[in-house]
Each structure stands twice: as C-alpha cells, then as structure tokens.
C-alpha cells in the first residue's frame, strides 16, 4: 500500500533537531560553529546549492564562510585551502564536481579517512581470525589490539578540534599518509595470502 511522506513536518523536525544540537554546542563552548564551503569554478548548479546551504546554516545559528576558487586553481591550492579550514571549521564541505584536471580523490580524502581503511580493517581481522583458531585465549590476545586501536581512535576523534590545533595542517596529512601506507600494506598482504591459499602456493 502506497504512503504518501510529507516532507515538510521531516524537514522541519531535522531543522528542530539540527537546532537543538546547534545551540548545545554553543552553550558548551561559548561560540558558534563555523561551517566553511568551498567551490571550484562557476558552475550555476554548484552555487545555487551553496547559496541554499549558506541560507540554511545562517538560519539554524550557524557561521558560513564560503571560499570561492577559481576554475584554474591546482590540487595544492584546493588542498591548501582545506587544510587552512580545518583548524578552525567544525565542518568543510567541498561542493562537487569539481573541475576535470583536479585530483578528486586526493582532495576528497583530506576530509575523510583513506578508502582503504574499511577493506584493511576487514583484511586485518579475517588475517588474524585465520591464525587464531586454536583457541579463545589466541583469538582474544589477537583481536585485543583491534579493540585498542578502537578505543584510541575514539579518544583522538573526542579530542580532535584541540589535536588539530596543536598538530597544526602539515603533521595531520603526514600522520594521514603513515596510516594510509600502513593501511594498502595490510590490503596487500590479505590479497597475497588468498592468492596462496587459491593456488595452494607456500
């Protein structure tokens, strides 16, 4: 049976939320947040779409600051950008597409974590799962550093806005590269060893 959804009473209801969550945050550290867009070139779409989020951030309490670049700005200029804005933006978006002969994934991945962290995860566990089948005892003492790293990683998320402060640009996309390596390694290794084990090679 079809259901009709208005979208008007959910979209109220997250500008609702949105705004509680908003005011939580200025109440706890006696300032606003600041949203940072940042377009590539004049494409209309794009700044409609941003002039809309301006609006929008504007209206619930939010600071935007919109930096516009221009269509011949390089990767290094769009990545400078991003880092410049990530120590004092609680939030950055860059507004897509971007021009063709900019490096999408090395920008987009300034404002993530790599895209090899979901598949190395995996790849880490289903290594140690596989050498750690004797007992409970190995597979606790196996997977007990996974359960480190989370909670590290939790902690560094908590404390991210003042580690980035201290850390400043530089260091934080060092740190971003160790880990991605580290990260493709694991891949790799988790590739290598289905190919023996495929091939019954030793």
């Known amino acids: 049976m079809e259901k009709i959804l208005l979208g008007k009473p959910v979209a109220e209801l997250l500008d609702k939320k949105s705004k509680n969550a908003i005011n939580d945050y200025i109440a706890k550290h006696n300032k606003q947040p600041l949203l940072t867009a940042i377009t590539v070139g004049d494409n ?10 301006q609006d929008k951030a504007l209206e619930l309490g939010v600071n935007f600051n919109w930096l516009k670049l ?4 390089t990767s290094n200029e769009v990545k400078e950008a991003i880092e410049d804005s990530q120590i004092k933006s609680q939030g950055i978006i860059v507004q897509l597409p971007l021009p063709e002969h900019l490096d999408f994934e090395d920008i987009v991945n300034l404002l993530s974590i790599p895209l090899i962290a979901g598949p190395g995860a995996m790849a ?14 190995d597979a606790v003492v196996s997977y007990l550093p996974i359960l480190v790293v989370i909670f590290i990683a939790f902690i560094a998320m908590w404390l991210s806005s003042k580690l980035a402060s201290r850390l400043g640009p530089t260091i934080i996309t060092v740190v971003q590269k160790i880990f991605g390596l580290l990260l493709g390694a694991l891949a790799i290794e988790f590739v290598i060893e289905g190919i023996r084990n495929s091939f019954n090679i030793i």
């Open 44 to 53: 209309p779409a794009s700044l409609l779409y941003v002039t809309r989020k």
């Open 70 to 73: 221009s269509e011949s700005s």
């Open 124 to 137: 880490t566990s289903l290594l140690l799962s596989k050498e750690s089948y004797i007992s409970v005892t």
